[in-house]
């Protein structure tokens, strides 16, 4: 069965602190590899796809990798309103390859 | 340029009340998925639809929950008989056809049964 696991579960930074969230996966054939962010009470809101190792996207203060076997999500000088959670998700390749699998996600304070 | 919307925002039922969420996808899509958020848990799959075909229900409880898309109208996820274990909050997404990999989600709706 596919996992994927989010660390840390909470993390807080200093404004301008920067650091990575990491996510580990297991699938039999990966599609594409999802990050999301969510604020509270929203849902979640596509942030980047990466399909295959190596691959990077960057968008303002993030930058999403991905090896074969895990991704992470750089944040640079985070500010106060990069706070909500991360979501990782992936998509298997093959019959089912419209479902995502999430992972619990990572809770991002950022301080002022 | 209206994204996925849901409705209502917030439901509260009593235990063995009937729960009604709709969902209407982004203007061009045609594909819907519907994903349950339970407290301390990740999103989970729930239900897969296109327009009057419902693709892939394996993720849905096989009693008392039930999904369709009409060829008019929203998607509806339908929660007969509550329960406490049913409180979530549920998400729709939506999807253009062919694209699975675009799913953009809606705000939610909060259920809370009591």
């Known amino acids: 069965e596919d996992q994927v696991t989010q660390s840390p579960e909470a993390l807080r930074l200093q404004e301008g602190e920067s650091s990575s969230l990491n996510c580990s996966y297991t699938?039999?054939?990966?599609?594409?590899l999802f990050w999301y962010r969510q604020d509270p009470g929203k849902g979640p809101e596509f942030l980047f796809t990466?399909?295959?190792a190596g691959e990077e996207k960057e968008k303002e203060r993030l930058k999403a990798t991905l090896t074969k076997k895990e991704s992470f999500l750089h944040i640079t000088a985070p500010k106060p309103e990069d706070s909500a959670t991360y979501l990782c998700?992936?998509?298997?390749?093959?019959?089912?390859?419209?479902?995502?699998?999430f992972g619990k996600g990572t809770l991002l304070t950022v301080n002022p | 340029n209206a994204g996925v919307m849901q409705n209502p925002r917030h439901l509260v039922r009593r235990r063995g009340q009937e729960a009604r969420l709709r969902c209407s996808p982004m203007?061009?899509?045609?594909?819907v998925y519907w994903y349950r958020q339970l407290p301390e848990e990740g999103l989970k799959f729930m239900v897969y639809?296109?327009?009057?075909?419902?693709?892939?229900e394996s993720g849905m409880p096989k009693e008392r929950f039930s999904a369709e898309f009409p060829k008019e109208g929203p998607s509806i996820l339908r929660i007969q008989q509550v329960v406490r274990g049913d409180s979530a909050a549920y998400f729709c997404?939506?999807?253009?056809?062919?694209?699975?990999?675009?799913?953009?989600f809606g705000p939610g709706t909060r259920l809370t049964v009591t």
């Open positions: 998700a992936v998509q298997e390749s093959g019959g089912s390859n419209y479902k995502l699998t």
């Open positions: 990466l399909y295959s």
């Open positions: 997404a939506s999807s253009p056809a062919g694209a699975s990999y675009e799913q953009y």
């Open positions: 639809l296109q327009k009057e075909n419902i693709i892939d």
């Open positions: 699938v039999s054939g990966l599609r594409g």
């Open positions: 203007k061009g899509h045609s594909h």
